[in-house]
């Protein structure tokens, strides 16, 4: 099966755009959802599609694609934006997660 | 609004199966515009995908658990399972139900609150 490579950490000061990738082959083909998870509670789907965000999710939320890459963007991040971050993919056998990154809103 | 809810033995004993249930209430697991997932993830890790089951009964496994794990419908209870075979300290997580949309957008739109299992004697 493939995989989904994450940064492990990320930071961001408050009110600024911070960028978070995903890479990985599977990302030519399908589609990367992103999913904001805070500590001890269930992952909550962001993104999905070329650039979907479910009712409820803040339009400072947006995704984009570029070849085996995939971006989830906040712009004007807040406090409570930070979390830890999980994209994920179809590929041949199913679907697959990539490692996660942890956001830091200094 | 459609929520899921799992459910099933907290503890399970090394070499044994893990079996949970999720129930989904608010919607029908027939609908066809879905797949219903397992998720887990141990304690301070990420996430990773168990496999998955269409309405129709079609599955699809994680190749690195596909040995072990079976998924399962049973439409007239809204409910979808998990077994687990052959358990070890390894498979100790939280499990997660999920669900995804069947179309090629994809993504996982809602999850149950998730349930601890940790396997040990």
């Known amino acids: 099966s493939s995989e989904l490579t994450q940064d492990p950490a990320v930071s961001v000061a408050l009110g600024q755009t911070v960028r978070i990738t995903c890479q990985g082959d599977s990302l030519r083909s399908y589609y990367a959802s992103w999913y904001q998870q805070k500590p001890g509670q269930a992952p909550v789907l962001v993104i999905y599609?070329?650039?979907n965000r479910p009712s409820g999710i803040p339009d400072r939320f947006s995704g984009s694609s570029s070849g085996n890459t995939a971006s989830l963007t906040i712009t004007g991040a807040q406090a409570e934006d930070e979390a830890d971050y999980y994209c994920?993919?179809?590929?041949?056998?199913?679907?697959?997660f990539g490692g996660g990154t942890k956001l830091t809103v200094l | 609004q459609v929520q899921l809810q799992e459910s099933g033995p907290g503890l399970v004993k090394p070499s044994q199966t893990l079996s949970l249930t999720c129930t989904v209430s608010?919607?029908?697991?027939?609908?066809?515009?879905?797949?219903w997932s397992w998720i887990r993830q141990p304690a301070g890790k990420g996430l990773e995908w168990i496999g998955r089951i269409y309405t129709s009964g079609s599955t699809n496994y994680n190749p690195s658990l596909k040995s072990r794990v079976t998924i399962s419908v049973d439409t007239s209870k809204n409910q979808f399972s998990l077994k687990l075979s052959s358990v070890t300290a390894a498979d100790t997580a939280v499990y997660y139900c999920?669900?995804?949309?069947?179309?090629?957008?994809?993504?996982?739109?809602?999850w149950g609150q998730g349930t601890t299992v940790t396997v040990s004697s």
């Open positions: 994920n993919s179809r590929d041949s056998s199913g679907v697959v």
């Open positions: 608010g919607g029908s697991i027939s609908s066809g515009s879905y797949y």
């Open positions: 999920a669900r995804e949309y069947f179309d090629w957008l994809g993504g996982m739109d809602v």
């Open positions: 599609g070329k650039n």
